[in-house]
């Protein structure tokens, strides 16, 4: 599946921003779907997922409280609604889907079986 990923950009401290990602002409349902950041210099590390109907939903502890993962099935979507954005945020985000139907966590990168092109999204102190 191709995931198409958008919403990234330059925001201050504090800041808000909204990120999508799309699975154009797939059935969007069959999919648990992720997101991870990599910061430069660093691993690539996950910040949320979220089951396939949306009634599950998990977070990195580095951003539990401030991030929303959500998704629209209706629109083949997965968004991360991101609050009270720090520099440390600041990454390319990837969104990510599995088309396993096992009910598990997903955290690591070797559950997902398709990836975007990732987003930029760079915060200034």
């Known amino acids: 599946v191709q995931l198409q990923a958008s919403g990234g950009g330059l925001v201050q401290a504090g800041g808000s921003l909204r990120l999508a990602c799309a699975a154009p002409?797939?059935?969007?349902?069959?999919?648990?779907m992720g997101w991870f950041r990599q910061a430069p210099g660093k691993e690539r590390e996950f910040v949320a997922a979220?089951?396939?109907?949306?009634?599950?939903?998990d977070y990195a502890d580095s951003v539990k409280g401030r991030f929303r993962i959500s998704r629209d099935n209706t629109k083949n979507t997965v968004y991360l609604q991101m609050n009270s954005l720090k520099p440390e945020d600041t990454a390319v985000y990837y969104c990510?889907?599995?088309?396993?139907?096992?009910?598990?966590?997903?955290?690591?990168?070797?559950?997902?079986?398709?990836w975007g092109q990732g987003t930029q999204v760079t915060v200034s102190s």
């Open positions: 979220i089951s396939w109907s949306g009634r599950y939903t």
């Open positions: 990510a889907a599995d088309d396993t139907d096992t009910l598990t966590t997903r955290r690591l990168e070797s559950q997902y079986d398709y």
């Open positions: 002409g797939r059935t969007f349902s069959n999919y648990y």
